[in-house]
């Protein structure tokens, strides 16, 4: 299922670029770190992560060629992910201060598994993800071989790559996190700065062409 090793640490290599290059997912991901905490960070990557994994079955299931030859469908997908992202973003800017972290909820008093969920559904309905898997997985195809098995085999090792790199920015931004949430106004602040980026990430989701991540 997987290419030759020389072919294979290439794929590697160009996945590892990728995933480093902030895009919509990492945006995403940091926001909620810093707004709610590095629990409610790995929850988010474990969900794009899952919803990107989703995008790679798609794509192998051949859903990048309806979007690729139907407009209406694409733009349906793309402006549902564009609306719960704008839809987070107000929910964010409206929350209170985050409150102390008790055990399996998030520091705004969300249980992980809802921004577990939200950031499944946020990767999920980005279409471009699933183009994204269509145009860059093929040239690491064996064109005689299981396309279906090497297609999906490659994107769970292109999520296994991005969820690293993502796990390495949940880090980073934890370190910032805590001086924002020293006082209530800087987590009221923190929350409003992430639910702009949320905003922003819809708006530029429903306006953009390019696949992103």
């Not at 640490?9 to 810093?34: H, K």
């Not at 700065?193 to 992103?212: D, E, H």
């Amino acid at each position: 299922m997987l290419p030759d090793t020389p072919l294979l640490i290439a794929f590697i290599g160009a996945s590892l670029v990728l995933a480093l290059t902030p895009g919509p997912a990492v945006v995403y991901i940091v926001a909620r770190t810093v707004a709610q905490g590095r629990a409610c960070g790995l929850a988010s990557v474990l969900g794009v992560a899952l919803g990107n994994l989703g995008n790679a079955l798609a794509a192998a299931l051949g859903l990048a060629a309806l979007f690729a030859v139907s407009s209406a469908a694409f733009t349906v997908v793309k402006w549902a992910g564009a609306l719960y992202l704008v839809y987070l973003g107000v929910r964010m800017w409206l929350s209170a201060p985050p409150a102390p972290v008790e055990a399996g909820v998030a520091g705004n008093g969300q249980p992980l598994a809802r921004v577990f969920r939200d950031g499944f559904v946020v990767a999920l309905l980005n279409p471009k993800t699933t183009l994204f898997f269509a145009a860059f997985l093929p040239q690491f195809l064996d064109a005689h071989g299981n396309l279906f098995a090497q297609t999906v085999a490659l994107g769970a090792v292109f999520v296994g790559v991005a969820g690293c790199t993502d796990l390495v920015y949940v880090l980073a931004a934890s370190l910032v996190a805590p001086r924002l949430g020293r006082a209530a106004r800087g987590a009221v602040w923190g929350n409003r700065i992430a639910g702009t980026s949320f905003i922003g990430l819809g708006v530029l989701t429903a306006l953009g062409s390019r696949p992103s991540r």
